[in-house]
């Protein structure tokens, strides 16, 4: 095994990030290293740490100085010469979706990333942890990254297994949107996430004070935010008395639209029997569409039954414009490039950071006014 190698990086690429990572380290606790102590202290050869600070400081994070290198001087690195100035850091990010939640998380933290001279690199994904790790390695083989934002896939055995080897990455990495679970010793991970729980708390509590008294939930189980939902769903329940055993919790996950009609007829129809007068829907995509059908049926909404959606993505799209719980998602891209900043700045001295953000609810119609129930109306005409 070449002394660029080692079994715990597994390959060239990757060590010399982890090596440029350490160089950087003592730089930031001492101000000034030399070739031959870092080569000594690293076990690599001079000529090896030369090449490093050579590519440290064509980006202008180091200066070259004879036998080392110091840090730059903010003259040094707000003028490359022959060229703009150099980046402080390159961050890359990998999400699960381009098109639904995640362009605001990306929006906050490409504005994060421009306001601290970073930059910043995205690639979309897929909820798979197979081409998360992909899409990770594609951006450690092709690019000079010092860091990572990432919002994996964590289901199953591959979901675990990618979670481990986020851990073990010889450059910092902050999960957005996700927590590692406690069967899982990430203790490097550092992540921000919106509080679900409380938020869908929020919503029951709103529901409440409109005078429901009993509350259901519907939801879909292949969203990773789901389970946050209906544990916060279960606790506001518990906290205002109202039986858990009696309230309707459903799971719409994988359902074309000719199952998803006859699922949300069944739902109705558990709502008629247990008294239920409100619903809580994640995501507002499904609570518009469970909107339509009520809608569709003669059921008036919110006085036979009162919804609010989660997400708060296209709810208010809808007729009548949906109440819902709003994360803070561009705050989450913008503290996740905070928290990585800080990280890259300070090093390992800084202990980890793990941050929840609480949403807010949005209210609209849809939630809005003492309820009547589904007493009375016909549901049997749509079938």
């Not at 490409?110 to 899409?135: C, F, H, K, P, T």
């Not at 550092?190 to 509350?215: K, N």
């Not at 006859?262 to 739902?267: L, M, Q, Y």
């Amino acid at each position: 095994m070449s002394s660029e190698q080692t079994p715990e990086t597994g390959g060239k690429s990757l060590f010399s990030l982890q090596r440029r990572e350490r160089l950087m380290e003592e730089l930031r606790a001492h101000g000034a290293i030399t070739v031959r102590d870092i080569a000594a202290k690293l076990g690599v050869s001079e000529l090896t740490i030369r090449r490093d600070v050579n590519t440290l400081a064509d980006e202008g994070l180091v200066s070259r100085v004879h036998g080392g290198a110091t840090l730059p001087s903010p003259l040094d690195r707000s003028v490359a010469v022959g060229r703009p100035a150099a980046h402080s850091y390159s961050i890359g990010m990998v999400v699960p979706s381009l098109d639904y939640y995640w362009p605001q998380v990306i929006s906050g933290a490409r504005g994060e990333a421009e306001a601290q001279n970073l930059r910043i690199l995205v690639r979309g994904s897929a909820y798979d942890a197979a081409d998360n790790r992909r899409q990770v390695q594609a951006l450690l083989d092709t690019q000079n990254i010092d860091g990572l934002i990432v919002a994996p896939d964590m289901g199953g055995e591959h979901g675990k297994e990618l979670l481990r080897w986020l851990n073990a990455l010889p450059i910092p990495v902050i999960l957005a949107e996700r927590r590692a679970p406690a069967e899982i010793p990430a203790h490097r991970l550092e992540w921000v996430a919106t509080d679900h729980s409380f938020g869908a708390g929020m919503a029951v509590r709103h529901l409440w004070q409109e005078g429901h008294r009993m509350i259901g939930c519907l939801t879909d189980s292949t969203s990773p935010t789901s389970p946050h939902v209906v544990r916060g769903w279960k606790q506001a329940l518990a906290a205002l008395k109202i039986p858990l055993d009696a309230s309707i919790h459903e799971d719409s996950a994988k359902l074309d639209n000719g199952d998803r009609a006859k699922h949300f007829d069944h739902v109705l129809e558990l709502c008629r029997s247990t008294g239920t007068t409100a619903m809580l829907v994640h995501s507002d995509t499904q609570a518009v569409a469970f909107v339509q059908h009520c809608v569709d049926l003669g059921v008036d909404v919110p006085g036979s039954m009162a919804i609010v959606g989660y997400d708060d993505e296209v709810a208010y799209l809808a007729e009548p414009a949906i109440s819902a719980v709003r994360p803070p998602k561009s705050y989450v891209g913008k503290v996740a490039v905070q928290l990585m900043a800080a990280r890259l700045a300070e090093g390992r001295m800084r202990p980890v950071h793990r941050i929840d953000l609480n949403p807010e609810l949005i209210v609209r119609e849809s939630s809005v006014g003492a309820p009547r129930g589904l007493a009375g109306v016909v549901l049997e005409d749509s079938l």
